[in-house]
């Protein structure tokens, strides 16, 4: 009751500053969005936002930069955001992808927001118009309420989010649809036009909406797919020429639902396993490559004994479940560690250097990574490392001294945050490697091995007692 | 060496090895074999589970292990583990052998020094072997020094495989055995070595070698009785030497000096009346060199003898009465009840439930013995009359060994690891001795035949032998019949020792394995599961009351502070638990807030069958609280003196908090198909209280298989 009237109140002094600043705010008022269509998926914990633009130019001048508004818990929570633009008629579309940077409006907005511009390819002319698609993943943005459910209890989760979509633009004509994983909501703010189907909502439309209007909503419904969130997730990618690139994936795994409160049965869990802990989860899948060989999945304590590998020609796929089921809080840490050909990841490109080709990102499907370390070892004795990844991350390098190691290994690591399924995509760290270092842990060994014999030799040849 | 062959003849000559050459090759080859054998015969753990430590013991060792290459010697030394004996804490460094641990940092050191990239936890695993390894060397020196280099080898062999050693060394029984086998017979070896040689040297090496087995087990005492007492032996015989004098004081006194650098022992070689046989012989000895001294100068028997009665009256009477001093003002503290109990058997069972409660310190049964001697157990008498026949200080040391420790052996189980050297000693001098008569029976047939006398000394024997062979034409054939007898026997031993290892000593019991419906193996892991659950999703802080054989796990698998554990040192706080336990519940809360716990755990075997859990132990909780605090008494747990747990248990049973906790909810399950729900497979009954309701503790974790259940303790109620 009371975050409803505290909504209403926040609506109505938002209403109220709207109005004073209307007139007097001036962002880049060429473009006026004709149609907008918002559809937002909230069936996992990580929310997918479509939104669909269809942008006119009504300035005088071409112009090339389209902006677009998020309030700052939402930038908090962005994990990706993503622009295509679509071109060609109805059936024929094709669409490029478009480069969004974020930006910062040198004059004050009415209303707290970040914003980020999205390039267009073309510049837009005056009075043409264009189809704008944009995504927005959001991660950690369902906030679980009650924040504490016991066992036998299923997870209600609020969305907040505003049913005008938030813009520096004139906006003509907007819908949002609101899909929820299942029909069960306990409740929505409703601004009307307002039409619950289903599992969906549908907020609009809404015609003629001047710029930073907005009309916060929230949506109190039952989620009760898994939030297994890594916290954290070291994957170390060792690379041998003698043919092997070992991978030693670290997790931190927790269950980032609501938390577990009181008794944890093991007799409801056992023999009521529908109405009992549906939040909770125990099997985690992870799509390996394939090929893939010596799995080995353990912890701080030893080996992990319930996980399955199913391998074929294309993928592998490993089946892991935690030692203990995952409650709301829960945590668990784990090792996953693989090997793989060399021939399939290491390549060698047309100035004499050597890259691997790899994936960037959290085999485990459907994971959200809050904080993604990549360490690639390079072989001893490599030199000029450079990383190419698609997305930006912090990069350095640091050194590591593996079996027989003299000088140490080169480790380029890559860091990323927030980290979504959707950027999964390959990365190229690319170096210089003379194969005579190959050979010189074999030498190595050899010669300490001959050094060994030679003093068996001389001790059982040479005298050493004083008497004679 | 020192010229070039000049053609390919000569160079095949140069290859071409002497006799002497060969059997070297050949000792030095069978050597490294055995070195090699004795490694991997204890890896099958490994192989069919994975490179962990086992059990309960090897959990400190690791987690102090890991906290001294974490943290270096120093803090380790002065370690104030405030997670175990909450809220009493242990002093880490002050109560522990360090031997083991420094021995595993000092080889991980190594390897990473030599760039192995080797995690703590693989050397830890795989010192037992490596030392088993020694262990294996050192025995060839050993039978090669008390017999000959034949008998040696043959030890060498016995050892590598015998079940009564391999049962404590295999890879991941990371305990304080392991390491204390190889120490013990090295210092015996050395000493032995010394005694022999009367050499200075030796005798130095002995006091380190002793040093080390101080460091590393509370065996030693072993050591420093069995010594003296060897000593003493030989003074009664009339065997005593100067090299004898030289050996064992040079050993004792450095020896002891050495081990007062101990904590743990500190000043126990003067103050302790378990090391006082070896003051006492150390007296006797500077006594007798004396006598020896003053028999030296005097020329007159009579007077001698005269001054014999009398110095021997005195040395005697003063020993006594600083012996007697000692004890009444309680400089020298008396025995301990575990030296009470070796020597009396009986002794714990009265007076230590304690020391009673643990299997391993039951008196050893007979098929105990065959299962971890088999074949060895006919030869060890067998050894011994040949050590009798060729009694020298060398024979008669392991003539005492092997009695004293087959003694102890009977008393405890866990002993006979310390009678497995002796035994296989002994033994293989009986195959050795055996295999050689036999085999020199046969040879100077065929010599006497061929060749007549080779040989200078061999001749006269051979030919005498021939003379012999006919008077008994069959002798050739019994004699190969024997050999072969010897070597099926052998066989049998190997192949029994392989079995035995595969199938009784190579489990981690952390994680038990079962054959399931089809065919297939099926794991319970569920210690693992339940000590990481402990770790993960428990407060940093939180305190886990658990009967003491699982605190070393709770420690170091689960991170989580403990009441009790394994080091058994303070009976009164274990006895609490053991009363908290063994009450009801709302008496028992009162105990467990005042311990500040915060969790419960129990192990519990009735859906899986797994027969060593607490309801098992129970007993013996109610025995060692009630032994402490009389309001438990054992007969109101049993009715008629039996001890059930189905509807027709003690009252008493039925609702204290072991019975709560182990039961809760257990009424609603069904375990086995065909029987009613609440069915106990591990104790094949329908429980009796089926209604368990609690009210101070909630369930807050049990394991998929029921194996470990925790409880939180829920606070207190509001007082409105």
């Not at chain 1, 270092?437 to 010669?447: C, G, H, N, R």
């Not at chain 2, 770790?535 to 605190?551: C, F, L």
């Amino acid at each position: 009751m009371e975050a409803w009237i505290r909504a209403r109140v926040t609506l109505a002094l938002t209403l109220f500053a709207l109005l004073f600043f209307v007139s007097r705010s001036s962002p880049p008022r060429q473009f006026v969005i004709s149609n907008a269509e918002r559809r937002i998926d909230l069936s996992s914990h990580i929310i997918n936002v479509h939104l669909t633009l269809k942008v006119e130019n009504t300035g005088t001048r071409p112009a090339s930069e389209v902006v677009l508004a998020l309030t700052p818990t939402e930038v908090d929570h962005l994990a990706m955001v993503d622009a295509l633009a679509i071109k060609g008629k109805q059936k024929k579309t094709t669409s490029v992808r478009l480069e969004v940077k974020p930006t910062e409006l040198p004059d004050a907005p009415p209303i707290d927001a970040k914003y980020f511009t999205i390039y267009l390819a073309d510049p837009l002319n005056s009075g043409e118009s264009t189809t704008l698609e944009v995504l927005y993943v959001f991660m950690h943005f369902l906030e679980p309420f009650p924040a504490e459910i016991a066992q036998s209890e299923s997870q209600l989760v609020f969305y907040h989010d505003t049913a005008l979509i938030l813009s520096p633009y004139h906006i003509k004509q907007q819908t949002t649809f609101i899909k929820t994983p299942s029909t069960k909501v306990e409740s929505f703010i409703r601004v009307e036009p307002t039409n619950r189907v289903g599992t969906e909502i549908k907020y609009g439309p809404y015609e003629d909406c001047p710029p930073y209007t907005i009309s916060p909503i929230h949506v109190h419904f039952e989620n009760n797919s898994p939030f297994a969130v890594v916290e954290e997730l070291v994957q170390e990618i060792e690379i041998s020429h003698w043919g092997n690139i070992q991978v030693t994936e670290h997790y931190t795994l927790v269950h980032a639902g609501a938390r577990h409160k009181g008794v944890f049965s093991r007799v409801d869990y056992q023999s009521r396993q529908f109405s009992n802990g549906a939040s909770s989860f125990r099997y985690l899948l992870a799509r390996l490559p394939a090929r893939v060989h010596s799995v080995y999945y353990r912890d701080e304590i030893g080996n992990i004994s319930s996980s399955h590998l199913r391998t074929n020609s294309l993928k592998s796929e490993l089946e892991i479940e935690p030692r203990y089921p995952l409650f709301g809080g829960w945590k668990a840490t784990f090792v996953i560690g693989y090997g793989l050909p060399l021939q399939d990841f290491l390549f060698e490109s047309s100035d004499d250097k050597r890259y691997l080709n790899f994936t960037f990102g959290c085999p485990l499907i459907g994971m959200v990574v809050d904080k993604l370390t990549i360490k690639v070892v390079l072989p001893e004795g490599s030199t000029d490392p450079s990383p190419v990844v698609p997305f930006p991350v912090e990069h350095r390098l640091e050194a590591k001294y593996s079996s027989l190691d003299v000088i140490g290994r080169t480790v380029v690591v890559l860091e990323k945050k927030n980290f979504v399924p959707m950027h999964n995509s390959h990365f190229q760290v690319y170096y210089t490697f003379n194969p005579i270092f190959m050979l010189a842990e074999p030498l190595m060994l050899a010669s300490a091995f001959f050094m060994f014999f030679v003093a068996c030799v001389a001790y059982i040849h040479i005298d050493l007692s004083i008497r004679k | 060496m020192a010229t070039m062959p000049a053609s390919a003849s000569d160079l095949f000559k140069s290859f071409k090895l002497k006799t002497k050459q060969q059997e070297l090759l050949i000792r030095v080859s069978i050597l490294c074999l055995v070195y090699i054998l004795a490694f991997i015969t204890r890896l099958f753990s490994v192989l069919r589970y994975e490179s962990m430590i086992h059990e309960f013991d090897p959990y400190f060792n690791y987690r102090t292990t890991l906290y001294l290459t974490e943290n270096g010697f120093y803090d380790f030394w002065n370690w104030f583990d405030y997670e175990s004996w909450y809220p009493l804490g242990r002093i880490v460094g002050g109560t522990l052998y360090p031997g083991l641990m420094v021995t595993a940092v000092l080889i991980y050191r190594i390897l990473r020094f030599l760039r192995f990239a080797v995690h703590i936890r693989e050397v830890c695993v795989l010192t037992a072997p490596f030392f088993a390894s020694n262990t294996t060397l050192v025995a060839y020196f050993f039978g090669k020094e008390i017999w000959d280099s034949g008998a040696g080898l043959v030890a060498a062999i016995l050892i590598a495989i015998c079940p009564g050693y391999i049962s404590r060394s295999v890879a991941g029984s990371y305990d304080n055995e392991g390491v204390a086998i190889f120490a013990l017979l090295f210092t015996f070896y050395v000493f032995v070595k010394a005694v022999n040689t009367g050499s200075l040297a030796w005798s130095l090496a002995s006091a380190f070698g002793y040093f080390y087995m101080v460091s590393a087990w509370g065996g030693y005492v072993f050591i420093i009785n069995l010594i003296p007492l060897y000593v003493l032996v030989l003074l009664i015989t009339g065997r005593y030497s100067m090299r004898l004098y030289v050996a064992y004081n040079c050993m004792y006194i450095l020896g002891m000096l050495l081990a007062m650098q101990i904590r743990f022992v500190g000043f126990q070689h003067v103050q302790s009346g378990e090391h006082m046989a070896a003051m006492g012989v150390f007296f006797l000895m500077q006594v007798f060199y004396f006598l020896d001294w003053v028999k030296h100068m005097l020329s007159d028997t009579k007077l001698f003898q005269a001054f014999l009665r009398i110095t021997v009256t005195c040395a005697v009477a003063v020993g006594g009465i600083a012996l007697g001093l000692g004890m009444v003002s309680g400089y020298i503290s008396p025995w301990t009840g575990r030296f009470y109990s070796l020597l009396d058997p009986t002794y714990a069972k009265d007076h230590i439930p304690i020391i009673a409660s643990v299997s391993e310190h039951q008196p050893t049964a007979w098929s105990s013995f065959m299962f971890d001697f088999h074949i060895l157990l006919f030869l060890f008498p067998a050894g011994l009359y040949f050590c009798f026949k060729r009694l020298s200080d060398a024979t008669i040391f392991i003539v005492m060994y092997g009695l004293t420790s087959m003694y102890f052996a009977g008393v405890m189980v866990r002993l006979i690891l310390v009678a497995t050297p002796a035994v296989c000693l002994i033994s293989a001098i009986a195959v050795s001795a055996t295999v050689k008569n036999l085999t020199v029976l046969l040879r100077s047939k065929n010599k006497v035949v061929q060749t007549g006398s080779t040989k200078g000394s061999g001749g006269s024997k051979s030919s005498s032998k021939a003379l012999l062979d006919q008077s008994q034409p069959f002798q050739k054939n019994g004699a190969i019949a024997l050999l072969f007898g010897a070597f099926y026997l052998l066989s049998r031993y190997a192949t029994h020792c392989t079995w035995v290892t595969s199938e009784a000593y190579s489990s981690p019991s952390i994680v038990l394995a079962a054959r399931g419906a089809h065919g297939n193996r099926v794991i319970f892991d569920d210690y693992r599961e339940a000590y990481f659950w402990l770790r993960q999703n428990t407060p940093q802080d939180a305190k886990v009351m658990s009967w003491w054989d699982y605190g070393y796990q709770i420690t170091a698998m689960g991170n989580r502070t403990v009441i009790v554990d394994n080091n058994t040192w303070n009976n009164t706080h274990i006895a609490t638990v053991g009363r908290a336990m063994s009450s009801y519940e709302d008496e028992a809360i009162e105990i467990i807030r005042s311990l500040d716990v915060d969790y419960v755990l129990v192990v519990f075997g009735g859906v899986t069958g797994y027969s060593s859990d607490d309801i098992n132990k129970f007993l013996w909780m109610v025995r060692i609280g009630g032994g402490v605090f009389p309001v438990i008494k054992e007969p109101d747990y049993l009715v008629n003196g039996e001890y059930r747990v189905d509807k027709g248990a003690a009252p008493k049973m039925l609702n204290c908090l072991m019975y709560k906790l182990c039961y809760y909810r257990f009424g609603e399950m069904l375990t086995e198909y065909g029987k009613p729900p609440g069915y106990d497979r591990a104790r094949g009954v329908e429980i009796g209280n089926k209604d368990v309701k609690l009210e101070h503790l909630e369930e807050a974790f049990t394991t998929s298989n029921w194996i470990v259940r925790i409880y939180r303790v829920k606070p207190p109620n509001n007082r409105w």
